[in-house]
């Protein structure tokens, strides 16, 4: 059973930062792309930074230069380091996985596959 736990989220203050992480369970990060989205009441689920095995990464243009993620595969975590957060960051934020075994990159648009997410964390970002 594939589980990913979100934690980090909180309330900030505008131009604050945060560092979330998602910690796996039945799961092996080595050999697997993972991404971070975001949802906030009224949108659509978005992808906000993925990782490669090479460790290459994409971003939005909403969120780049703002936003990191990175990967420790020993430790199976994944985090992404969140600054100068605005109140738009305001969201829900999950990690995504795809299936084990899986090892295709994480498509940032819709249909994203049969992936495992986890519960979310939210960030609450006042102004």
């Known amino acids: 059973v594939v589980e990913l736990v979100e934690s980090g989220g909180t309330s900030v203050q505008s131009g604050g930062s945060l560092r979330l992480s998602c910690i796996s369970s039945?799961?092996?990060?080595?050999?697997?792309?993972m991404g971070w989205f975001r949802q906030a009441p009224g949108k659509e689920r978005e992808a906000v930074a993925t990782?490669?095995?090479?460790?290459?990464?994409w971003y939005p243009a909403s969120v780049k230069g703002r936003f990191t993620i990175s990967r420790d595969d020993a430790a199976n975590t994944v985090f992404l380091q969140m600054n100068t957060l605005q109140p738009e960051d305001t969201a829900m934020y999950y990690c995504?996985?795809?299936?084990?075994?899986?090892?295709?990159?994480?498509?940032?648009?819709?249909?994203?596959?049969?992936?495992?997410w986890g519960q979310g964390t939210q960030v609450t970002v006042s102004s």
């Open positions: 990782i490669n095995t090479g460790r290459g990464t």
């Open positions: 995504a996985a795809p299936p084990q075994g899986d090892y295709c990159p994480i498509s940032v648009t819709p249909p994203y596959r049969h992936y495992s």
């Open positions: 039945g799961y092996t990060y080595r050999g697997h792309a």
